[in-house]
T-cell receptor, first 110, second 116 residues
Framework: AQRVTQPEKLLSVFKGAPVELKCNYSYSGSPELFWYVQYSRQRLQLLLRHISRESIKGFTADLNKGETSFHLKKPFAQEEDSAMYYCALRSSGSARQLTFGSGTQLTVLP | GAVVSQHPSRVICKSGTSVKIECRSLDFQATTMFWYRQFPKQSLMLMATSNEGSKATYEQGVEKDKFLINHASLTLSTLTVTSAHPEDSSFYIC????????????FGSGTQLSVL
């Protein structure tokens, strides 16, 4: 069974500092990884996915199959980045299965 | 962007009553919708996958007769919590997929259910 682990429930950084939100997964096949973000009082929305290899709002995430990680990074955090971040994994074997991590609450301090 | 409307956002009910939660895709057709449950400070747990025109597929451990799902049209799926009990109190979230790509998954704003 697949599993997604986000070891940090809370993470605080100062504005302008680099930020890294950790995500590790457990899955024997070829996974598809996503990061979702939920800003205060807003709904969950897709931030980025590993297949597209894009940078959204300055965030990037690289899939490291050797370390089974998909950490989310941003070199210079902004106050508006404060939100709840969820890492998610979709297994290749089951089209409907999207497994979420428990989330990390990021707070960017002024 | 695509919008998924979930209603109500909050509901309080007495133990033993049934509660219906609606999930609508406002500007696209969704052949597949998903229902999640989230306990405080925990992950979203997939409860069931709702397919338009067919029976929902429930995850292991989710009672079909307890959580009735109806996906009657391409824009509406409903979750009915039957004979609700305090342990059913939770945050329920729906999502709708536009097309087949997983990047086109849009979430509702959630429903906080409190059973007294």
């Amino acid at each position: 069974a697949q599993r997604v682990t986000q070891p940090e429930k809370l993470l605080s950084v100062f504005k302008g500092a680099p930020v890294e939100l950790k995500c590790n997964y457990s899955y024997s096949g070829s996974p598809e990884l996503f990061w979702y973000v939920q800003y205060s009082r807003q709904r969950l929305q897709l931030l980025l996915r590993h297949i597209s290899r894009e940078s959204i709002k300055g965030f990037t995430a690289d899939l490291n199959k050797g370390e089974t990680s998909f950490h989310l990074k941003k070199p210079f955090a902004q106050e508006e980045d404060s939100a709840m971040y969820y890492c998610a994994l979709r297994s290749s074997g089951s089209a409907r299965q999207l497994t979420f991590g428990s989330g990390t609450q990021l707070t960017v301090l002024p | 962007g695509a919008v998924v409307s979930q209603h109500p956002s909050r509901v309080i009910c007495k133990s033993g009553t049934s509660v219906k939660i609606e999930c609508r895709s406002l500007d696209f057709q969704a052949t597949t919708m998903f229902w999640y449950r989230q306990f405080p400070k925990q992950s979203l747990m997939l409860m069931a996958t709702s397919n338009e025109g067919s029976k929902a597929t429930y995850e292991q451990g989710v009672e079909k007769d307890k959580f009735l799902i109806n996906h009657a049209s391409l824009t509406l799926s409903t979750l009915t919590v039957t004979s609700a009990h305090p342990e059913d109190s939770s945050f329920y979230i729906c999502s709708a997929r536009r097309g087949t790509g997983w990047e086109k998954l849009f979430f509702g704003s959630g429903t906080q259910l409190s059973v007294l």
